[in-house]
């Protein structure tokens, strides 16, 4: 990566390369973190943050030519909070404008608020803006596989948070878990919102801890670097 110093990024915010696929750039205020997988000309982006500061994620992208030579993304939502759908319109539109395909993704229940523009669930209210219902392409379940290049990734449903947070598996050389809001470095997700359950956001961190994982990249903080540490000491305190 072509760094010299923190000045050169906006705002000094550096993106976090997770060999060999994966990008890492922590979200600004409320935006969720947001991350970029490239495999072959196919690329996942997870998340995408409220949408105010879109420009500042995209500069990165294009100055380190992360989607170079991409004809086809993927944006999966992993739940259905607006601090992690509400740049879903403008990358769409940003990405088109350089003939790029874009398919949008989530599990079935996300989709169903998503496509409904449900704000009861999608809290967009509660940062002062409104989200635009939109089709979601793949309504995914539990167990399902979503293909980027040659790599697939598992959908794992984790309600709790949400009735609709899903993480995303990759089994690769790098094990890598994307989880939303259902587990962070050290605390997990609110289940006070609508939709959140929290004996099902017990039985969801149950279920993650059958997974090997070298890291797991939450949708807030810093990237979880001792999975399933982390996963009993948030299990011991709930």
Not at 3 to 18: A, D, K, M, N, Q
Request: aromatic share 10%; with cysteine; charged share 25%.
């Amino acid at each position: 990566m072509k760094i010299s110093s923190i000045e050169e990024f906006p705002r000094g915010l550096i993106p976090v390369e997770i060999p060999p696929y994966t990008v890492m750039l922590r979200g600004i205020a409320w935006d969720s973190n947001i991350y970029l997988l490239r495999n072959d000309d196919e690329a996942l982006i997870v998340d995408t943050g409220t949408g105010v500061n879109w420009h500042v994620y995209t500069e990165i992208w294009e100055r380190e030519g992360y989607l170079d030579g991409v004809g086809k993304v993927v944006i999966f939502n992993t739940h259905e909070h607006f601090d992690h759908v509400g740049g879903n319109d403008v990358l769409k539109r940003w990405l088109e404008e350089r003939d790029v395909e874009v398919v949008f993704a989530a599990h079935e229940t996300t989709a169903e608020v998503l496509e409904k523009g449900d704000d009861y669930v999608i809290l967009a209210y509660s940062y002062g803006r409104k989200f635009s219902p939109h089709r979601v392409d793949l309504k995914l379940r539990n167990g399902d596989r979503l293909r980027i290049g040659s790599l697939e990734l598992r959908v794992v449903h984790t309600p709790g948070h949400t009735a609709g947070s899903a993480c995303l598996y990759l089994e690769d050389e790098t094990k890598i878990m994307f989880t939303g809001d259902t587990v962070f470095k050290g605390t997990v997700g609110r289940t006070d919102l609508p939709t959140g359950n929290g004996w099902q956001l017990i039985e969801s961190l149950e279920r993650l801890l059958e997974f090997e994982v070298d890291f797991g990249l939450p949708g807030h903080g810093r990237y979880i670097d001792n999975w399933k540490e982390n996963l009993l000491e948030v299990l011991r305190w709930l």
